[in-house]
T-cell receptor, first 113, second 115 residues
Framework: AQRVTQPEKLLSVFKGAPVELKCNYS??????LFWYVQYSRQRLQLLLR??SRESIKGFTADLNKGETSFHLKKPFAQEEDSAMYYC???????????????FGQGTILTVHP | DAGVIQSPRHEVTEMGQEVTLRCKPI?????LFWYRQTMMRGLELLIY????????DSGMPEDRFSAKMPNASFSTLKIQPSEPRDSAVYFC?????????????FGQGTRLTVV
């Protein structure tokens, strides 16, 4: 079975402060991991994926297989980062649940001025 | 492409009534997902299809829920009979390929209220 856990439902920080949104996963295989974001009144959209090792809007996420984590980080939060963030896992080819895309419970990030 | 299209955007119905939610995926996408979003549980996967075939429906909460995908461009999620605890936002998403880090594209959701 594949499972994604985001332990924090709500996270509040002040503008300019560092932010870390936690994500832990459970999967019997090598997963593909993503972060999706939902801004107010907008569709859920992809923020970044672990395979790309990219930084989007200043956010980065590193896959730690030892800790089965994929935490999302940003050194200096901005007010426009306020949104709902979801961590997601997809089964890889050749493994069980290939193609299945599972999301965590989500974390609402609020960045105060 | 207009993206994933869901209808209706809002649905208010009385307990016991049948509700049908509709989804048109992005053309060419071979995976389609139905999710339910609530504050308590976040984004729950209900069912997903590959090439119009249901692959995993283990997330469907009860027999009252059913989903179909008669062709590559249309899917429905039906609740019969509906109950107040079914009130939530239901999302449809589609994806090209099951892996290789392909992005899933979401519809705008259907907000269902059962009174």
């Amino acid at each position: 079975a594949q499972r994604v856990t985001q332990p924090e439902k709500l996270l509040s920080v002040f503008k300019g402060a560092p932010v870390e949104l936690k994500c832990n996963y459970s999967y019997s295989g090598s997963p593909e991991l993503f972060w999706y974001v939902q801004y107010s009144r907008q569709r859920l959209q992809l923020l970044l994926r672990h395979i790309s090792r990219e930084s989007i809007k200043g956010f980065t996420a590193d896959l730690n297989k030892g800790e089965t984590s994929f935490h999302l980080k940003k050194p200096f939060a901005q007010e426009e980062d306020s949104a709902m963030y979801y961590c997601a896992l997809s089964g890889r080819a050749g493994g069980t649940s290939y193609g299945k895309l599972t999301f965590g419970q989500g974390t609402i990030l609020t960045v105060h001025p | 492409d207009a993206g994933v299209i869901q209808s209706p955007r809002h649905e208010v119905t009385e307990m016991g009534q049948e509700v049908t939610l509709r989804c048109k995926p992005i053309s060419g996408h071979d995976y389609l997902f139905w999710y339910r979003q609530t504050m308590m549980r976040g984004l729950e996967l209900l069912i997903y299809f590959n090439n119009n075939v249901p692959i995993d429906d283990s997330g469907m909460p009860e027999d009252r829920f059913s989903a179909k995908m008669p062709n590559a461009s249309f899917s429905t999620l039906k609740i019969q009979p509906s109950e107040p605890r079914d009130s939530a936002v239901y999302f449809c998403a589609s994806r090209a390929g099951g892996g290789m880090n392909t992005e899933a594209f979401f519809g705008q959701g259907t907000r269902l209220t059962v009174v």
